[in-house]
């Protein structure tokens, strides 16, 4: 007797699926695996999938119902309507990053400089460099990272989306002796080491340095902050993502290291994800002393029984 290799439908593996893991999920590891499009997918569901495809898919669809992230999965992630490329050894890029992408580019579209050096302090796969830099002529953007594997990343990135940006390694600002930027734009790591959301839904696929400080959170945004205004120009901006319970404290380490212009700003779910500071320039570095000069006579003015002119 004849025996025929049985041809799953899309649409019976796609019902399948669905019920595994996120509809979306099913969808992008259908097109992803099959090459087909959107369109094709919706417009072709008696679409048949062979053995050897059938194979991969259900591979696929099993690491991604354990909690591995899709973009590891298909190996890209759409980031500011670009594609990126996306391995393990980066962090997968999130949503919020593209509003602090946002902020980085209106604070340049405030800058009056022709060429505006941008500093994209672990920069990973690239995303926040290679935006800024496709998206802003006037800016000149480096990125660094202490993670060899994700610079070459990033490196690809840049060639793929012929991107202008320089990518090395440094343990933050250890190889940048000497070099000053108008902005410098930080997403570090900011999940504390004891905080439960490590071993959660997938945060344990990526890699642990692009994740946590192993400290309490705040301790390469300490170490950054008190660097930054030694590599900034003056008025120039520092710009950090931070965790949605840490604004208070960023802002008190901004103020603390000489940044003026403290500000937060609330990411699309409503937390306080992002903080900036300008570095003061001459002009209000004088306004700040003359301020204090005048809060320092009226409030000796006011004190009773002195004499009305300081000493
Ligand atoms: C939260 S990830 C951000 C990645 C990317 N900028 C993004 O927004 O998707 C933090 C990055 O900081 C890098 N990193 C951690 N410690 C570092 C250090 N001491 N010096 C430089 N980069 C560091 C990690 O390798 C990781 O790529």
Redesign the pocket.
């Known amino acids: 007797m004849r025996r025929f290799a049985v041809t799953l439908l899309l649409s019976d593996w796609l019902k399948t699926a669905c019920s595994e893991v996120d509809a979306l999920d099913a969808r992008l590891l259908a097109q992803h695996v099959l090459g087909i499009s959107r369109a094709e997918l919706i417009c072709r569901p008696e679409t048949g999938i062979d053995p050897t495809r059938q194979e991969i898919l259900d591979r696929l669809l099993a690491r991604r119902a354990q909690g591995e992230p899709l973009a590891y999965l298909v190996g890209e992630a759409r980031f500011r309507a670009r594609t990126f490329k996306i391995t393990p050894d ?5 949503p919020e ?1 593209e509003e ?1 992408v946002g902020h980085a580019i209106n604070k340049l579209s405030e800058s009056l400089v022709p060429v505006a050096n941008v500093l ?9 460099a290679i935006s800024i830099a496709l998206e802003c002529p006037q800016a000149k953007v480096t990125g ?4 060899i594997t ?1 610079l070459a990343v990033a490196r690809a990135n840049a060639a793929t989306l012929a991107a202008p940006v320089e990518f090395f390694e ?3 600002f250890s190889a940048l002796a000497g070099r000053r930027f108008h902005l410098i734009v930080a ?4 999940i504390a080491a004891d905080d439960h959301n490590l071993a959660g839904d997938g945060l344990l696929f990526e ?1 642990r ?3 946590t400080d192993e400290g309490d959170g705040l301790s ?1 945004l300490r170490a950054i902050i008190h660097a930054a205004p030694c590599h900034l120009e003056s008025g120039g901006y520092f710009l950090c ?1 931070h965790g949605h319970e840490q604004g208070e404290a960023v802002r008190l380490l901004l103020a603390d290291a000489g940044f003026i212009k403290v500000e937060s700003w609330l990411d699309l779910s409503g937390n306080e994800r992002f903080s900036g500071g300008k570095v003061a320039q001459c002009a209000e570095l004088e306004e700040a002393s003359e301020n204090f000069r005048q809060e320092a006579l009226a409030s000796w003015q006011a004190r009773p029984c002195l004499p009305k002119t300081l000493p």
Do not use: H
């Open positions: 980066v962090l997968v890029p999130r990053t602090l994209d302090l672990g920069c990973g796969s690239g995303v926040i660094v990272d202490s993670s994700a440094s343990d933050w997403n570090p790591p900011y890699p340095l692009a994740l390469c993502e």
